[in-house]
């Protein structure tokens, strides 16, 4: 053994035995120390963690070596560990393809691509408004009858176009119509009374991060959504993180990524199946050390009708609430307007189950005659559509302005 000894602090190696390389280097045959596998960690100060966030460096967690978890630029990938769960994957350059999909944007005004992509829209329920007022210079009860059923046909409710009835009653008794123009204005101001509103900007600006809480049913369009806000937020010079909160749909977390590259954009993601609120967790904490702006979460889809699927969203939310008292800022739930009314019963309750949403996202509004959900949504649920959803580019999600948008369906 002693011989053994003497042979490596010369720098050879013991008689009959194969020369390993590990804890040798090179030809100098220097002595390397290595390191040992399954050693118990050291207790460390909590305040190494948020450090070692803040500069990039992976968090070990209980039971992994350093090997396991050490940061992207030694271990040759752009992911770093947060967590034993959770890993962060670092803002990489959009792929040419990527690139080729920003270039979609439409080169027209936003209202001339509004009144353009309404087209479905426009074309049923204008059409109809034109049959039913023609030449005609008085309105009777039959004529409003009529009219109630086009409104609803259009899907603005029950509820909703009874109150448009009885305003355009109201108001015909106050004043005499000439022609049909001045018809269609009447209808055009009572309808856009009921979705004028004012708080329509999203609740992210305020000092430190802002949390914003992205929910909805199946196949509505969450994680596109995100993608789109993100992208605007970053054109406005903010610092965005997205979390890839849907762990159980297969492929979810994968688009997200693909969103984030495109938009260039920190994301971070757990394994498929991983509790969502503990990579939501890990993401409030990674988003404090970097100083992120706004912290977008995304959400697994979940049938308003599943009550085990709500809980599980309350519990989001209240690990939000624990770490940052005042958030999440914006609950905002996307829709999909083609669905007409059962959007309205989603949105319903969603709001109630989360103790209340902050504003509506509403998609895909480019495919659908049914545009007159925005009006029943808006009157209705008293909370405010944010944005409305146009077209697949990234630019066609915009800023939703309630003027515009009637104008747009009754402007030729």
């Known amino acids: 053994?002693?011989?053994?000894?003497?042979?490596?602090?010369?720098?050879?190696?013991?008689?009959?035995?194969?020369?390993?390389?590990?804890?040798?280097?090179?030809?100098?045959?220097?002595?390397?120390?290595?390191?040992?596998?399954?050693?118990?960690?050291?207790?460390?100060?909590?305040?190494?963690?948020?450090?070692?966030?803040?500069?990039?460096?992976?968090?070990?967690?209980?039971?992994?070596?350093?090997?396991?978890?050490?940061?992207?630029?030694?271990?040759?990938?752009?992911?770093?560990?947060?967590?034993?769960?959770?890993?962060i994957v670092e803002a990489g350059a959009a792929s040419d393809k990527d690139a080729g999909f920003q270039e979609k944007a439409s080169q027209k005004s936003w209202f001339a691509h509004l009144k353009e992509r309404l087209g479905k829209t426009k074309n049923s329920f204008v059409r109809k408004l034109g049959e039913l007022f023609g030449d005609r210079m008085t309105i009777d009860e039959q004529t409003l009858e009529r009219l109630e059923e086009?409104?609803?046909?259009?899907?603005?409710?029950?509820?909703?176009?009874?109150?448009?009835?009885?305003?355009?009653?109201?108001?015909?008794?106050?004043?005499?119509?000439?022609?049909?123009?001045?018809?269609?204005?009447?209808?055009?101001?009572?309808?856009?009374?009921?979705?004028?509103?004012?708080?329509?900007?999203?609740?992210?600006?305020?000092?430190?991060?802002?949390?914003?809480?992205?929910?909805?049913?199946?196949?509505?369009g969450k994680t596109t959504t995100i993608g789109k806000i993100a992208s605007n937020l970053v054109k406005e010079g903010k610092k965005v993180m997205m979390v890839a909160g849907d762990t159980f749909r297969a492929g979810a977390i994968e688009q997200a990524e693909i969103w984030a590259r495109r938009v260039g954009i920190p994301i971070v993601k757990a394994q498929q199946n991983s509790d969502p609120a503990a990579v939501v967790f890990d993401a409030i904490k990674a988003g404090k050390a970097r100083h992120i702006d706004v912290l977008i979460i995304d959400t697994a889809g979940r049938l308003h009708t599943k009550y085990n699927l709500m809980e599980e969203l309350k519990k989001i939310r209240k690990i939000i609430t624990r770490e940052i008292h005042d958030a999440p800022h914006e609950i905002l739930q996307v829709l999909d307007g083609t669905t007409g009314q059962n959007a309205l019963i989603q949105a319903k309750t969603f709001n109630e189950a989360m103790g209340g949403i902050t504003g509506i996202a509403l998609t895909k509004l480019d495919g659908t005659a049914k545009g007159g959900i925005v009006i029943s949504i808006s009157d209705e649920l008293k909370v405010p559509i944010k944005l409305i959803?146009?077209?697949?580019?990234?630019?066609?999600?915009?800023?939703?302005?309630?003027?515009?948008?009637?104008?747009?369906?009754?402007?030729?």
């Not at 045959?29 to 118990?40: A, C, D, I, L, Q």
């Not at 070990?60 to 959770?86: C, F, H, I, Q």
């Open 1 to 87: 053994m002693f011989k053994k000894i003497v042979s490596y602090l010369k720098g050879g190696k013991p008689d009959g035995e194969k020369e390993a390389g590990a804890g040798l280097s090179g030809a100098e045959g220097n002595f390397v120390e290595e390191k040992v596998v399954g050693e118990v960690p050291a207790v460390k100060n909590e305040n190494d963690d948020a450090a070692a966030i803040e500069n990039n460096a992976a968090v070990p967690a209980s039971g992994e070596t350093e090997d396991a978890v050490r940061p992207a630029e030694e271990a040759g990938t752009d992911e770093t560990a947060l967590s034993n769960t959770s890993v």
């Open 150 to 220: 086009i409104l609803i046909e259009a899907d603005i409710g029950v509820k909703t176009t009874q109150k448009i009835i009885k305003r355009m009653q109201e108001k015909l008794d106050e004043v005499k119509v000439k022609n049909m123009d001045e018809l269609f204005a009447l209808l055009r101001d009572i309808m856009t009374s009921l979705v004028d509103y004012d708080n329509t900007a999203l609740n992210i600006d305020r000092p430190g991060m802002s949390v914003m809480l992205v929910v909805g049913v199946n196949g509505v």
């Open 389 to 412: 959803g146009i077209g697949e580019a990234i630019d066609d999600l915009k800023r939703f302005n309630g003027a515009d948008f009637v104008r747009a369906i009754f402007e030729q």
